[in-house]
């Protein structure tokens, strides 16, 4: 069995959680109706269907660490060239705050953009430290304060919630245990696309083990080489096909 570790590095930190689906509450629930009420029923029970089951149990589900409101950024990438002032850059760029990432720079709006230092958090070395870091094109990274540590070969798949949070674009990411072992803790990027905003512990994104095997499959299709025979005729009914007894304006279905 493979094991991912998790580890918090901070009192704030909440690291990821595997989902759990609570068959038996659903199946109570349907008992219940069957028991007690005259037409309402759970017909089919999505809990009883091994692969729906799968989906949602798969990997862990993120959750924020804060509350926070969270809005889209209006970003601009710029260079400072060596003999310039970065804050002269700043201003001419329109931008309030100045990011280095990289050998460039990402300018960002003091308006709009003001939540990105409202989570500083001290790291363990007691210096001050970003939580959301601009990481250009409107999007962010976001420091969760988990450590993981990912066994080789896998991979860690980011992926965003099904169905996904309003107004919170999480871009699929994939990172190699290599990665991921080096790092001091894990982040995410997401891409607020409207203000949303998130409470601590609430559900943000997901993360999915992945083995190597899975990013080097192929795929094989075999074209229709004959058309498939046509069904036999057979000779029309006299009286004509016989129709369902049914109440006036009832569709009959069966969908089994």
Known sequence: MVDVAFTALYPWSLPPDKPRTDRA????????YAAHFRHARIARLPADCPPW????????????PVTATLTPLSDT??????DEDVRAVSRRAGGGQMWRRGPDWIAVPEQGGSWLRRYDFRNSSGQ???????????????HLGVAVRLPQPYFLMVLPLDPPLPGLHVPVGII???TVNTMTDISIAIHPTHPVAVRREQPVARLVLLHPDTLRATSTTTPLTAAPPAPASSPPD???????AAAPNTTILDAS
């Open 25 to 32: 509450a659903a199946r109570t629930e349907r008992d219940l």
């Open 53 to 64: 089951v799968l989906g949602q149990d798969l990997g862990w589900v993120v959750r924020s």
């Open 77 to 82: 990438d710029v260079a400072v060239p060596e």
């Open 128 to 142: 001050w430290e970003s939580m959301f870091l601009p990481n250009g094109q409107g999007t962010v990274e976001w």
């Open 176 to 178: 190699g245990a290599k």
């Open 238 to 244: 006299p009286a004509g096909p016989a129709a369902p």
